[in-house]
C-alpha cells in the first residue's frame, strides 16, 4: 500500500505515473557519496563549505524521511522499511557531518575516517533507494495471473455467478456498453485513490463506461476494522438511492478518521439517514445489508479475489478481463473498447 500511496510521489500518482519519491532519495544519497568522496581525496584538510552543504542536506533528508515513515505508519497504517531505513541512514549520516563540522572547527586531521562512514552509509543507501524504485516499477505494471478471467468464465458459464446482478450497484448509465467491475474496500487507501478516478472515466464517457462497484472488506488486517461495518452502512445507504454519495464521502475521510463509528455515522447523518436504524441494524447480522455485504465476500472468495482494488472490464458481449488499476486507462485505450466509447450503441 505504501508503494502506491500519494505521498510516495513527488509529482503524479500511482495510476497515472509520475516521479516517485524514491528518485529524489537516490539522488540525495550520490550527492552526499559524491561530497563525501571529494572530502576524502582532496589535499585540503578542511572544506568548511562542503561540510555544511552535507550536514544540510543529510537533516533535510533526516527531516522528510522521518515524515514519510510517520505517513507510513499513522496515516497508511503500514511498514515503509525504506522510509525507516532512508531515515536511520540520514539521521547518521548528520551526526557524522556534524562531528565533522567540529572537526574543521578545531582543526582536526581526523575527518577522512568520517568521510569513509559517509560513503558507506550512502552506498548503503543507494541500493536500497534503487531496490525501492525496482519494487514501485513492478507495482505499477501488476501483473494479472488470469484465474480470476477463468473462474468468472467457467462460473458464467454453469450460471453460478453473476458480476452485474440486477440489484448491483451502478455508477454511470446502466446501459453503458463498457463495464469496469471493482472489488473494493471502503478503508483501502489505493481504492480511496482509485475511486475519483473511476468517477472521472464515467463522467467523461458520454454514457458509454459504468462502473460495478462490489464490497471485499478486508477486516483481517490492521487500520481495517471498520471495513465490515462501512460497507454495511453502504448498503444501508443504497436502500435510500444514496450508496455512491455515501462512499464518495467516506474515501474523502482520512483513513485515521475511520477507525470507529464517530465518522461512519456523521457521513450517514450528513446524507440524511437515520443514525440511531443505523446502531440497531449494525447489531443484527441477519441484518439484510449485512447478508449483501457476505455475499460480494463470498463472491470475491470464488474467483479467488484476494486484495483490493481488483478490476475487471467488460465490452458489451464479451468477457471479463482482469486489470491492474494502474493499465486501466491503457486498457481502455485498446479495442474493443476504444471504439464502444468513441463510438455509438449502447447496452451489456
Partial sequence: MVTTHQSAYLTGDHFRGGIPVAYLGLLGYVALTVLAIYRATSNKESNKTLTTIGFV?????????????????????????????????????????AAMLQSDKAGE???????VMVIGASTVAMVVALTTMITMRINSNEKIDGQSEFLIAQKQQEGELELVGPNAHILGNKEAPVTIVE??????????QNFP????????????????????????LEGHKMAIPAAAVAEMAAEEGKFFPFIAE????????MQN??????????????VAKIEKRLTDSEDQAIKRVTDDINLAHAIKING?????????GGKFEQVASSGLERKL??????????????GN
Fill in 183 to 192: 472489488f473494493a474496500d471502503l478503508l483501502c487507501p489505493t481504492c480511496q
Fill in 109 to 115: 586531521k581526523g575527518a577522512g575516517k568520517l568521510d
Fill in 57 to 97: 542536506l543529510s537533516a533535510a533528508g533526516a527531516l522528510y524521511s522521518g515524515y514519510l515513515t510517520y505517513t507510513a505508519l499513522y496515516v497508511i497504517h503500514a511498514t515503509c522499511w525504506w522510509c525507516i531505513s532512508s531515515a536511520a541512514t540520514m539521521v547518521l549520516t548528520t551526526i557524522v557531518y
Fill in 261 to 274: 463509528n464517530t465518522t461512519l455515522l456523521a457521513i450517514a447523518k450528513s446524507l440524511g439517514m437515520d
Fill in 308 to 316: 483490493t482494488p481488483t478490476l475487471f472490464v467488460q465490452a458489451k
Fill in 333 to 346: 485505450n485498446e479495442e474493443p473498447y476504444r471504439s464502444l466509447i468513441l463510438g455509438g450503441g449502447t
Fill in 250 to 257: 467516506v474515501y474523502s475521510k482520512p483513513n485515521s478518521e
Fill in 197 to 220: 478516478i473511476l468517477e472521472d472515466l464515467v463522467k467523461n464517457s458520454n454514457g458509454k463506461i459504468r462502473l460495478v462497484f462490489h464490497h471485499f472488506p478486508l477486516f483481517q
